[in-house]
């Protein structure tokens, strides 16, 4: 039987699409006097770091979000750091702080990360947040797993009652995408490097989450025919960026896909947006 290939889910359209609805919320807020306001730290010149700052800048402006950059040299102490972003915090002007990572080795990434006001915090990474989440009331998720499951929704799929599983077991992408699924009744299994048989717990998948950051290492024959597969993965190779999912073979067997690029990435940013802005909308109330 002549296998239909995979149907693609279109990050860069449903994030125009999140971005639109945004650009609607973001003007309504400035009738009112209140103009959504993101502040974002960069240490150091990775430029890997800096185009992904550059392309948030645009993101913001593209909605009518005020964005301001603090670049800030690599030898930045911790301490300099926390007194910038406490400033940040009580800024009003300011509803969103964002600390571009990673960050040098004598910078305490958690310190930073607490030091952010929770209800500024629109990276989700706060221990308030992620708490929330586990609580099944999160204010502020972190951007790509609540990017990960408005794709997964935009198939038409329904969440609940379905077996899904989540490839790697980060606090940034892993464990919270796991905590979104379960919250919508999917029944959850995590696999990391440790996990045995991770083909055949994969193969079980009615939605696959991978964001392990190997390349390719998902392949036709560790997929559920006419299963949702999500493609976090972002690795350089000689070829130019590829997912940690075999695209080609991975793509005549499942029965929706997000590439690399063009998936999961414009929707990562999207998330920022739309975090930024209902965190303008709760201060203003």
Same mark, same amino acid.
């Given at each position: 039987?002549?296998?239909?290939?995979?149907?693609?889910?279109?990050?860069?359209?449903?994030?125009?699409?999140?971005?639109?609805?945004?650009?609607?919320?973001?003007?309504?807020?400035?009738?009112?006097?209140?103009?959504?306001?993101?502040?974002?730290? +960069?240490? =150091?010149?990775?430029? @890997?770091? #800096?185009?992904?700052? /550059?392309?948030?800048?645009?993101?913001? %402006? &593209?909605? $009518?979000?005020?964005?301001?950059?603090?670049?800030?040299?690599?030898?930045?102490?911790?301490?300099?750091?926390?007194?910038?972003?406490?400033?940040?915090?009580?800024?009003?002007?300011?509803?969103?702080?964002?600390?571009?990572?990673?960050?040098?080795?004598?910078?305490?990434?958690?310190?930073?990360?607490?030091?952010?006001?929770?209800?500024?915090?629109?990276?989700?990474?706060?221990?308030?947040?992620?708490?929330?989440? +586990?609580? =099944?009331?999160?204010? @502020?998720? #972190?951007?790509?797993? /609540?990017?990960?499951?408005?794709?997964? %929704? &935009?198939? $038409?799929?329904?969440?609940?009652?379905?077996?899904?599983?989540?490839?790697?077991?980060?606090?940034?992408?892993?464990?919270?995408?796991?905590?979104?699924?379960?919250?919508?009744?999917?029944?959850?299994?995590?696999?990391?490097?440790?996990?045995?048989?991770?083909?055949?717990?994969?193969?079980?998948?009615?939605?696959?989450?991978?964001?392990?950051?190997?390349?390719?290492?998902?392949?036709?024959?560790?997929?559920?025919?006419?299963?949702?597969?999500?493609?976090?993965?972002?690795?350089?190779?000689?070829?130019?960026?590829?997912?940690?999912?075999?695209?080609?073979?991975?793509?005549?067997?499942?029965?929706?896909?997000?590439?690399?690029?063009?998936?999961?990435?414009?929707?990562?940013?999207?998330?920022?947006?739309?975090?930024?802005?209902?965190?303008?909308?709760?201060?203003?109330?």
């Amino acid at each position: 039987m002549l296998r239909v290939a995979a149907q693609i889910i279109d990050g860069k359209a449903l994030a125009q699409e999140i971005r639109a609805e945004l650009r609607e919320q973001a003007a309504a807020l400035q009738a009112k006097g209140v103009r959504p306001g993101l502040s974002v730290f +960069l240490v =150091g010149d990775d430029p @890997a770091s #800096a185009l992904y700052v /550059k392309n948030k800048h645009r993101a913001c %402006e &593209s909605v $009518g979000v005020f964005s301001e950059e603090h670049r800030l040299p690599v030898t930045v102490s911790q301490d300099e750091l926390i007194n910038l972003v406490l400033a940040a915090n009580f800024n009003p002007s300011i509803h969103g702080i964002l600390v571009q990572l990673p960050l040098p080795n004598h910078i305490d990434k958690r310190a930073i990360i607490e030091t952010i006001a929770a209800e500024k915090d629109v990276d989700g990474f706060h221990p308030y947040n992620m708490g929330g989440l +586990l609580q =099944g009331n999160p204010r @502020a998720v #972190a951007c790509t797993p /609540k990017g990960v499951v408005k794709m997964i %929704e &935009s198939t $038409g799929m329904s969440i609940a009652v379905k077996r899904a599983v989540v490839v790697g077991r980060s606090q940034i992408v892993g464990k919270p995408a796991a905590m979104l699924l379960l919250e919508r009744h999917a029944t959850v299994t995590i696999c990391h490097s440790r996990t045995q048989d991770l083909a055949g717990r994969c193969r079980e998948a009615d939605i696959l989450v991978v964001a392990a950051g190997k390349a390719k290492m998902i392949d036709a024959a560790m997929v559920k025919p006419g299963a949702v597969v999500i493609d976090v993965g972002m690795n350089l190779v000689d070829t130019g960026f590829v997912g940690d999912v075999d695209f080609e073979t991975v793509s005549k067997v499942a029965g929706w896909i997000s590439p690399v690029p063009g998936g999961v990435g414009p929707m990562t940013i999207a998330m920022l947006l739309e975090n930024t802005v209902e965190a303008t909308v709760r201060a203003a109330k």
